[in-house]
């Protein structure tokens, strides 16, 4: 039996699936349970070889039979579970609805737009929790080989700390192993050492100060750090660090207000349309 339903599934999928025949054929049955062609037919990849054809069908009405077997024989031996189940089940859709109805609400109606005045007036009301659980530096460095020709131009360039002398370290990038000169943003101490592993031997007490100066060599070359600003764990971070955290906090605040309007709203037409009504 089992192979007859697999030779008239391939012979459906491969000779009959654009036919315009709208009988209902079955395929497999487990108890009361039928698969029919249409089921599988619109499953099957598009440009599948013969072969593969074979396999994926077959493998599919086993996969089909395993689970309504499983089904059939959860629904005789929990019976007393099932009115839980269909509790459960009722209200997973409800919340399902309600869920995807206040998405589709939220999509249409939330305000996206977050002004400056309202960003900073919030970091002010809540710094508290803008603690920082790690250090964050703001700094500069370069790396470059010890056989590098030019050793005492590239450090000059590097302290002079001007626009010009960045420029034309970039200009000789080539030469240079590593070269990171934007010191206007705070950068985790961790992602630090995670970008440039090499400055893990700079003990992290004395790469964690102001307006510090470091030069440091190794068997491969030479390292210039410039620690431009430090902040330490448990300081406030600042409001440019802080920023992308603040507007989501800004918006889910936003969307409970709206969600909440939303219900209040719902509750009240409902009340004066005589839809809700308490006896």
């Known amino acids: 039996m089992y192979r007859r339903f697999v030779y008239i599934s391939i012979l459906v999928l491969l000779f009959s699936c654009n036919s315009n025949n709208e009988e209902r054929n079955a395929i497999a049955k487990v108890y009361d349970t039928f698969l029919y062609e249409e089921d599988v037919a619109k499953l099957l990849p598009k440009q599948i070889s013969k072969g593969d054809s074979i396999i994926f069908v077959k493998n599919y009405i086993n996969k ?7 089904i059939q024989k959860a629904k005789i031996n929990l019976q007393e ?12 859709e409800q919340d399902l609805l309600i869920n995807k109805y206040k998405e589709a609400v939220v999509a249409q109606e939330l ?22 659980n790690e250090a964050l530096v703001k700094f500069r460095h370069i790396y470059f080989s010890n056989d590098i020709m030019n ?14 002398s960045d420029q ?24 630090v050492i995670r970008t440039a592993p090499y400055l893990k031997s700079i003990d992290k007490k004395t790469f964690l100060q102001k307006k510090k100066f ?16 430090v902040l330490l764990r448990n300081e406030i971070a600042p409001i440019s660090y802080a920023l992308p955290i603040i507007k989501q906090l800004i918006l889910h605040k936003r969307k409970l207000k709206l969600l909440n309007k939303i219900e209040e709203t719902i509750t009240e037409d409902a009340i004066k349309n005589k839809e809700f009504q308490i006896y």
């Not at 089909?64 to 499983?70: D, V």
């Not at 579970?81 to 997973?92: A, D, H, S």
């Not at 002004?115 to 970091?123: A, C, G, H, N, Q």
């Not at 030469?175 to 985790?188: E, F, R, Y």
Request: no cysteine.
């Open 64 to 70: 089909w039979a395993k689970e309504q077997l499983m």
């Open 81 to 92: 579970e099932k009115e839980q189940i269909n509790t459960l089940v009722k209200q997973y």
């Open 111 to 132: 305000d996206t737009v977050i002004s400056r005045v309202e960003i900073e007036k919030f970091y002010t009301e809540n710094k508290e929790i803008f603690k920082l």
């Open 151 to 164: 050793p005492k131009e590239m450090m000059s360039l590097f302290k002079d700390d001007e626009n010009a």
């Open 168 to 191: 034309e370290l970039i200009k000789q990038e080539l030469q240079l192993k590593s070269l990171s000169l934007n010191d206007s943003i705070w950068i985790k101490y961790d992602d």
């Open 214 to 229: 470091i030069k440091k060599k190794d068997s491969i070359g030479v390292y210039l750090v410039k620690i431009k600003d």
